[in-house]
């Protein structure tokens, strides 16, 4: 049970906080009158008195947080992003379970059809946490969804389009998906799979290593564990002083050049099949890292080479580098402590992939 995206654990765990402070500032005041004609002992009352108003000062910095403060970052590591998942994410959330007992947890504000009536396509979106929504307060303004607003403008009732999107996840889910549909039975016509230029290091020896180190795990201490606050300082401290976040961007470049690459054109090579041989066309849109955007960014040899397989492959891709590029300073990402599109990107991004894509 949630309460703004607040865990009823911790509002209760707040409401005795707050009646414990409300019970130790009557006893000190209670204290400070009894020992009115006593000097040392009203100074040890002042002092816990003013200890306690830097308590209580503590204590509403971290309610504010916890209330008012909506905000993700980069890898859903904090308690506030965790706090707007629940609120934003989760109640939106639902199930498609497949006959193999397996499913998938996805976020729309439409349920997966498992029927296709004739005379309609079925364009299904797949990806991790950027066509997930990641940041994005209202599915409404995702990239698929603008699409699908879009072409029902344009051809209405021609298209469903659907989205199960899956923050953390890569090929070889979006490979096992689509397996399960095509099993299931469940028709899709087209497959656009949305890839994160981070997609690759799925592909690299003791891939999981880096999101297993201590400084995911965070601190065992309540202060920094139980809060909002708090917690997020902490985070936001180890982002800067561990060396392995400052350079994560920089090994995800060299895996573009080495054996990670190989196994990562091996398995679009072998979802393109599989969608070949279900009727289906398997489409790719490639996403730069927003973070970087501008005259240095050290990616764009990647969205070459991608976009080169694609080609080979006979796979319609859409580069969103150069779509996105321009709009560098109109703000794209959702903070400075996250990199994940915003509603903006979203935006340029719809109107690109439904260009491309499926513009008549």
């Known amino acids: 049970m949630t309460w703004s995206g607040l865990t009823e654990g911790y509002l209760l765990g707040m409401f005795g906080w707050l009646a414990g402070l409300v019970a130790l500032f009557v006893i000190l005041l209670k204290l400070r009158r009894r ?4 000097p040392q002992r009203k100074r040890l009352a002042n002092c816990g008195l003013s200890l306690w108003l830097l308590i209580a000062l503590c204590t509403l910095l971290e309610l ?86 879009r072409l029902e403008q344009e051809a209405p009732g021609a298209w469903i389009v659907t989205n199960l999107a899956k923050p953390g996840t890569d090929l070889q889910w979006a490979e096992a998906i689509l397996k399960n549909l095509f099993d299931d039975g469940l028709r899709v016509d087209r497959a656009i799979y949305t890839i994160c230029l ?19 795990a965070g601190s065992n201490f309540f202060l920094f564990r139980d809060t909002y606050f708090f917690n997020l300082l902490y985070f936001r401290i180890e982002q800067f002083r561990r060396p392995e976040v400052q350079s994560y961007y920089d090994f995800v470049q060299e895996f573009y050049n080495g054996e990670p690459w190989t ?10 099949e599989l969608c070949h041989s279900h009727n289906c066309q398997l489409e790719i849109a490639i996403f730069p890292f927003l973070h970087n955007l501008g005259p240095d960014y050290q990616f764009g040899f990647a969205h070459e080479k991608l976009e080169e397989f694609c080609v080979q492959e006979h796979i319609p891709v859409v580069d969103l580098l ?9 703000g794209l990402v959702v903070s400075r402590f996250d990199a994940h599109p915003n509603e903006t990107a979203h935006r340029y991004a719809a109107e690109a992939i439904y260009d491309q894509l499926f513009e008549p």
């Open 35 to 38: 020992w009115k004609e006593k």
């Open 64 to 149: 504010g947080f916890a209330i008012f403060y909506d905000s993700t970052d980069s890898f859903n590591l904090s308690n506030v992003s965790q706090k707007w998942f629940r609120k934003y994410a989760e109640p939106s959330e639902k199930v498609l379970v497949f006959k193999s007992e397996e499913g998938v947890v996805y976020r729309d504000n439409q349920t997966f059809p498992k029927s296709i009536p004739e005379g309609q396509q079925h364009a299904c979106f797949l990806g991790d946490s950027f066509t997930y929504g990641h940041g994005v307060n209202r599915v409404e303004d995702r990239f698929s969804n603008r699409v699908r607003s």
């Open 198 to 216: 981070n997609d690759i290091e799925s592909f690299r020896p003791a891939h999981g290593e880096y999101y297993q180190g201590h400084w995911r």
């Open 263 to 272: 196994k990562m054109t091996a398995k679009i090579h072998a979802m393109n």
């Open 322 to 330: 150069p779509v996105l590029q321009p709009h560098t300073q109109a």
